[in-house]
């Protein structure tokens, strides 16, 4: 399982344009904050990514 997550976490590294120890410490707070399944977990993740994203594009336009 732990394979599949770093292979998940550089998945969503690349495509996000993140790195890939921010993917992974999100996973590590998700998992420990919230005792979820691994799907809800995962949806939490995305929306976590999709914040990131928002926010790096509002301040690359405010500067």
Do not use: P
């Not at 410490?25 to 990131?52: D, Y």
């Amino acid at each position: 399982m732990v394979t599949g997550q770093l292979e998940r976490a550089f998945q969503l590294a690349e495509k996000h344009k993140l790195d890939v120890s921010t993917i992974l410490e999100l996973n590590k707070i998700i998992a420990k904050e919230v005792n979820i399944s691994f799907k809800m977990e995962e949806k939490i993740l995305n929306q976590f990514i999709h914040i990131l994203e928002n926010n790096k594009t509002i301040l690359k336009e405010a500067t």
